[in-house]
């Protein structure tokens, strides 16, 4: 059974109320990116594919505590151990705070909470809205990787979805470097 975050629910059921979907783009580059832990060992992998109406990423992983853990795409394609704050702050191209639930919010890089089974296994997918990887054309858009990269970032705890600028959300224990060339520290 997949565990699916709550991000990603809260935007795919209203896209899907409206008739929309999460639909490739033809011909597109899908991304793919290894997802390590603080001594660099590589747990699970990072898809993403352009798709109409953003950018849908689907993340696989084993090896995680059991539980709710926050995410986040950082501004910084960089994933140095121990603690990945080469990483930088949230992405946010917009200058709001953090958090869906926080009224001067959210961020751009703000996906609310992943969902890790009993036996350490993730699979989520997420749909970031009006996101962009960088293809022709993608100009107007908020582009997933500029020329330093973005990195995402699994947390420790629980996204509270509200305080700047991490939702207290703890520890980073995951990266997944987003930049080109890809899966380089």
């Known amino acids: 059974m997949k565990h699916f975050s709550r991000a990603f629910a809260a935007i795919v059921t209203p896209l899907a109320a409206a008739g929309c979907a999460v639909v490739p783009l033809p011909g597109e580059t899908v991304v793919t990116a290894p997802?390590?832990?603080?001594?660099?060992?590589?747990?699970?992998?990072?898809?993403?594919?352009?798709?109409?109406?953003?950018?849908?990423?689907h993340v696989e992983a084993a090896g995680l505590p059991p539980g709710l853990h926050g995410a986040h795409i950082h501004a910084v394609g960089s994933c140095l151990g121990p603690d990945f704050s080469s990483a930088g702050p949230h992405w946010d191209l917009s200058g709001h705070q953090h958090g869906k639930l926080n009224p001067a919010g959210p961020h751009d890089g703000?996906?609310?909470?992943?969902?890790v089974g009993p036996d350490g296994r993730l699979s989520a997918d997420v749909l970031i809205p009006g996101a962009a990887l960088p293809v022709q054309g993608a100009t107007g858009q908020k582009v997933m990787r500029d020329a330093d990269g973005a990195s995402l970032i699994i947390h420790a705890a629980p996204d509270d979805e509200r305080t700047d600028p991490s939702g207290n959300s703890g520890a980073r224990i995951a990266?997944?470097?987003?930049?080109?060339?890809?899966?380089q520290k």
Do not use: E, H, K, W
């Open 35 to 57: 997802l390590i832990q603080s001594d660099s060992q590589q747990i699970g992998t990072v898809r993403m594919t352009a798709a109409a109406n953003g950018v849908m990423m």
């Open 110 to 115: 703000d996906l609310g909470n992943f969902s």
């Open 175 to 183: 990266c997944a470097r987003l930049a080109l060339p890809l899966g």
